[in-house]
Structure formats: structure tokens, C-alpha cells
């Protein structure tokens, strides 16, 4: 009997040790695999684009007054990953010494006084560019636009290949081997598509930049669009990709004459 009783016990401490173990087990397999979701976030970049508008193009749509004759910036955008932390809100005292380059070079073409423009852009792009550690506060982020920016300096670069505002079309494979010869990447050259389809105007230019914000080339369909709703409440409007074979349209500030 004796022995019975120390068989029985020897078996129940056996199962708990077995049971144990599957616990511990399951419990690393948990742990691994909310490693493996953290590391697989789509929310983790790997590439930057430095979005340049128009400001006639847009304007000439939506009634407003461009008052410049220069591209001006609309963003710059991880390539993966929109809103990424809803709680870290838009300062702009954060932001004060880089204020009078963002009012020249990034404003609200609708509302030109107002900071709305740039806390958009922050919490829908900047809270996931801030997962580099470049980039990983307001005065980072809105720094390294405005030096990508100048870098580039595409207004500069058109001119002096003479892409300029004109009455006269221009060719889209014109102006897109003069981009990717200077700069030797691949941009994405976005249009307005006016009804009829003779002709395209010229809206918006995206180049790329790795994660070490080296050049790189911009991917994209020939279907990519972008409605303009998504930045500043306008209402029917997109660019969309150029098309290879109409003729493009770069129209001048309005009062100014063609160059």
C-alpha cells in the first residue's frame, strides 16, 4: 500500500512538471511571437519622400492666391505607416526659430496665417518619421524638411535646365530625364488631368531619400493618386501621374508674365 501511495505521488508530481513546462513553454512562444509583430510593424519606414507643389496649379483649382512663383513644400513622408502616435500633439512653440523659413517655404497655400497646414503634416507624417532617432522631435522633423528641401533646390534646378513657367508645353519626358539626370534618382511626377485630355498641368514633384536620407529612387503605379482632401479640405481634386505622352502644361503665377 505504502509503495502504491509513493507511485501515485511520484506520477501527479511528474504530470505538474509536464504541465509546467507547456505553461512556461506557451508563455515564450507568446513572448516571441509579440517580438515578431513589434519587429514586423507597418509602421517602420524605410524610405522618406520630400513632396514639392506648384502653387498656381493648386490655386488655379481652388481660387486662392499663390503669391509665389517658387515650389513649395507639402511634406515629407515615410513611406509606411500614417498617424503614428495620436497623443504626441503639434507645437508650434517647439518650433519658433523655424518659423519665418516654413511661412516662405512650406505654407498653407488656403490659409497662408495659419499653423493648420503643418500640425496635419506632424501628426500624419511626422509621428512615424519620428521613429528615427533623427527625426524623433517636432524641431527635428520640420529641421530636416526645410535642409532636404534647399538641398534639393528643385525650383533652382528647373531653372537652370530652363523648365520654367510658360505658355508652351513642355514634353513629360523632358522634364523627367532633366530631374533624374541631375539628381540620378527617380522622381514621381504627379499632373492635373483637365477633361478633354489635350493637355496636363503640371502639379506636384515627389523625390526620395533612404533612411540616411541619401537619394534614392521614388517607386510607384502609373495609377498612383493623391487626393488633394487629404491635406487641405479640397473637394474633388487629385494629381495623379503624369502621362507620357501628353503634353505638359507649366503654368505661370497668375499676373506674371511666362519666362
Known amino acids: 500500500m505504502r509503495e502504491s501511495m509513493l507511485t ?123 521613429k528615427a532617432e533623427s527625426l524623433n522631435s517636432q524641431h527635428k522633423y520640420f529641421g530636416k524638411v526645410l535642409e532636404l528641401y534647399h538641398k534639393l533646390d528643385l525650383d533652382g534646378v528647373m531653372k537652370k535646365f530652363n523648365i520654367v513657367p510658360s505658355e508652351t508645353y513642355y514634353t513629360f519626358d523632358h522634364i523627367e530625364g532633366i530631374i533624374l539626370n541631375f539628381y540620378n534618382v527617380k522622381p514621381k511626377i504627379q499632373c492635373i488631368h483637365p477633361e478633354g485630355g489635350k493637355v496636363q498641368i503640371l502639379g506636384q514633384i515627389e523625390i526620395c531619400f533612404d533612411s540616411d536620407f541619401q537619394l534614392a529612387n521614388c517607386e510607384h503605379s502609373e495609377t498612383d493618386t493623391l487626393n488633394l482632401t487629404d491635406f487641405l479640405n479640397v473637394k474633388g481634386t487629385e494629381f495623379s501621374v503624369c502621362d507620357h505622352a501628353t503634353p505638359v502644361y507649366y503654368p505661370p503665377l497668375k499676373g506674371k508674365p511666362s519666362m
Open 8 to 130: 501515485n505521488k511520484r506520477t501527479k508530481h511528474s504530470v505538474n512538471m509536464k504541465s509546467l513546462a507547456l505553461v512556461v513553454l506557451l508563455c515564450l512562444g507568446c513572448g516571441l511571437m509579440s517580438s515578431s509583430f513589434i519587429l514586423a510593424s507597418p509602421h517602420m519606414w524605410s524610405k522618406l519622400i520630400l513632396t514639392q507643389h506648384w502653387p498656381s496649379t493648386f490655386c488655379s483649382m481652388e481660387h486662392c492666391d499663390p503669391k509665389f512663383d517658387y515650389w513649395t513644400l507639402h511634406g515629407l513622408w515615410p513611406d509606411k505607416g500614417q498617424e503614428c502616435n495620436s497623443s504626441w500633439h503639434f507645437n508650434v512653440t517647439l518650433i519658433q526659430d523655424l518659423l519665418p523659413e516654413m511661412q516662405k517655404w512650406w505654407p498653407d497655400l488656403k490659409m497662408p496665417a495659419s499653423s493648420g497646414f503643418w500640425k496635419y503634416e506632424w501628426q500624419k507624417h511626422g509621428t512615424c518619421a519620428a
